[in-house]
Every structure is written in C-alpha cells, then in structure tokens.
C-alpha cells in the first residue's frame, strides 16, 4: 500500500469496522444485575437511595414519601487501550495481520463494565453502599419508626439447604414502612468453581435421591470473572427497574487514531497509533436486591 493520507484514512475505515462489528457482537453480563444510568458531569448522585416505595390506602392528605437522601456519588473513571501498527507493515501490505487484534479490542471495551461489576459484586462483603455499611452485610439499618436490622448475607457453602434459606432471607425484606417489599430472587451468579453444583440445584430432577424441589427456582449465571472469589455465590432480584448495581456512562468506548503524515509517531517512530477511550465507573445500587454469601463454612 502506498503511504498517503487517503490510504491511512482508508485503513482506519476498516479497522473501524472491525472494532465496532466485535463491540456490537461481544455477549456481556453486567445489564443482567446492573442498571445503566448515563451521567453528564464528572460525578452523579444518588439522593434516593434507601427504600423501595410502597402504594398505600388514601386516608386524609396525601403522604409525601420522606425518604433518606444519603449523597451516594458514583465519581467516572477514565479507561484506555492503545496498540500501534508499524507503518513498514502497512507499506507491505501486512495490515491485515491487524485487523483481528483490532477487534479484540473492541470485544476488551466491551466486556470492560463486566469486569468492574463482577470485581465490585466479589468485593461487596467489604466494601461500602448508599448506608454505611457493607453492601452484603447482616447489620443494614432498617430505618423507619423501628431501628432494627436486616441481613443480606450468609456464609454457608452452596447446597440445596443453603439456597433455599438465602431464598427466604431475600423474600422477607421490609421496608421502612414494615411492609413487604415484594423481593423474589430470580438469579443465581456463581464463579466456574461452583457451576456443578448450581446446576444440579436448580436443573436435576433429583438431588440425593430426593424430588428437587428448587428446580428451576432460578436462572444461573456462572461468570468468569468471579473466578478469584471461587466459594461466594450470590442471589439477585434482577426483574424490578432498580437493579443492585449501577452501571454509570460519562463517554461510550470509541476508536480513534492518529495516523497523520505529520504526526510525531509516525515522523519519529514509524507507527500509527490506534487507542480507545471511555469513562465510566460502577456502584452500588439497592442491597436489598441482593444476598450474598461467602460459601466459608459447611452446614
């Protein structure tokens, strides 16, 4: 190929092509447990947090839900990924090689929200939401007239007793109204070290010789990227437009280059440069979506 600008442009056209065809087809996970909230400024808060509302019976004036405003912000990190493509190459018409590199990139950009979601769902036993506490926790405030406690956490391995008392935990989360909160867990997530298990609970017919009785209680989302945290598994409601985790948007993942005749990596250096750049970050949305189990102890 000769090296002029039409033909750099020309290349960057396809190489686009690449990476936004992998970006498009790449499956990702995250949306399943998370809620993608765009943001337009540095930082979003997040004053409502704290209770799911519940209707109630018209008596007298209406009641204005007081909720707690607990300033949970999500601050946008910034992301990127850059590679370079020696300009003799594409002179010798070895551009090609590229092109499958170019679309792992976009399939890395894509998967990316997967990887900070299922790192902050691992590290949610120690780290802190929108009340104080950890995001898996037995001592979540419960607010309202009574200043009790609620749990969404255990730490027994999974089983079949274990998952059906982590279904019933999730299922009697109140409000701060005291009242129902209506929570029914319809996903299972469990690292690759857990997957024989979490399918036979919620597949096999049988289980020790007994009928299953939590058969298809549950969808299962074994995720590779929870390979580190191999014995927690974790129960989410995943059906309401609240999610448990928040994935917040500043800038979508795009392409660009600089691939100009003039440009100091070409001038110096003999390499086109092709990078990607996106900010956004991850949080924490409503715990009480959630359970979440360290699987550390037997029953």
Known sequence: MVIN???????????SAAFNKAFSETPVNYPKIAMVVPSET?????????????????????????LIAHEYTIKNRTFELTTKVPVNDIADDQFG???????????????????????LVGNGF???CYDGVNFFCDKHPMGGRDKGIQSNMGNKKLNAKSYAEARAQMMTIKGESHKSLNIVP???VVAPQNEAIARELLIADLIAGSSNVNKNTCDLLVVPELSDYAEQWYLFCTKRYIKPFIFQEREKAKLVCKN??????????????????????VGFGLWQLAYGSTGTTED
């Open 260 to 281: 100009k005749e003039d440009d100091d990596n070409i001038f110096f250096d003999d390499e086109v440069i092709y990078g990607i750049k996106a900010r956004h970050n």
């Open 97 to 119: 090689v590229y092109a499958p590199l170019i679309s792992e990139m976009g399939l890395s950009a894509k998967k990316h929200p997967d990887s900070l979601i299922f790192d």
């Open 186 to 188: 319809d996903l299972l």
């Open 5 to 15: 600008q039409q033909n750099l442009n020309g290349l960057f056209t396809g190489y």
């Open 42 to 66: 540095r930082e979003t808060t997040y004053a409502w947090m704290g209770q799911i509302p519940n209707m109630r019976e018209w008596v007298g004036s209406r009641e204005i839900q007081n």
């Open 126 to 128: 120690s780290q802190k």
